[in-house]
């Protein structure tokens, strides 16, 4: 019985998310975000601000959630389900710059919002940090023998890598003008591929 209220407290909890990153998107972009104010996005998702301020900080965070969900789980998934006959090091690169250019996993409208308010900007960059724990659950249960502590070593600098690729991306030219700077898949590839030796080596003794 306690299993079954766990989870079903867990679902609820699920789907208040989903109602208010939802809600918090579709304000926003029939607003403008600075016409969306928390106590909007509660009331569009049927919670109250007290409810709200435990799921979200802060609107920026409710927003870009809406693009974000969902990416970090899909990274750890591809990671796990690539072929062991392909290295932890491709797995990974493949795995980030498919969930992070994939048409099909992209919004183009809320991106758009996202690239002109710098507080959005930081907020969409920091959802990277989310990947962590499921990426090192997916080196984990590629390589059963490694260290968990060092599976979250790896993850963790994936995240980092992962983070400063975005930043770079996003990065405004001049004054609050953003034009993305350079492809984000080069961007990507560039930043993780100092960490392939790693990656490399955490696999060697599973050969």
Known sequence: MTSRRTGLREQKKQATTEALREAALRLAL????ENVRVDDIAEAAGVSPR????????REQAIVAAVAAEREAGIAAAVTARSADVGLAHAVVEAIVEQ????????????????????LREAFVNTSGAMEHPLADAIS????????????VLAASVTAATRIAL??????????L???????????R??????APALDAAEAPQH
């Open 30 to 33: 029939e607003r403008g975000v």
């Open 51 to 58: 409810t709200y301020n435990n799921y979200f900080s802060s």
């Open 100 to 119: 992070y250019t994939d048409p099909a996993q992209q919004r183009r409208d809320a991106l758009l919002l996202i690239t002109t308010h710098p507080a």
């Open 141 to 152: 249960r590629r390589l059963s023998d490694l260290d968990p502590r060092t599976a979250h």
């Open 167 to 176: 930043q770079r991306w996003v990065s405004p030219a001049t004054g609050e």
């Open 178 to 188: 953003v034009v993305p700077s350079g492809s984000l898949p080069d961007l990507l």
């Open 190 to 195: 560039t930043a993780l591929a100092p960490l």
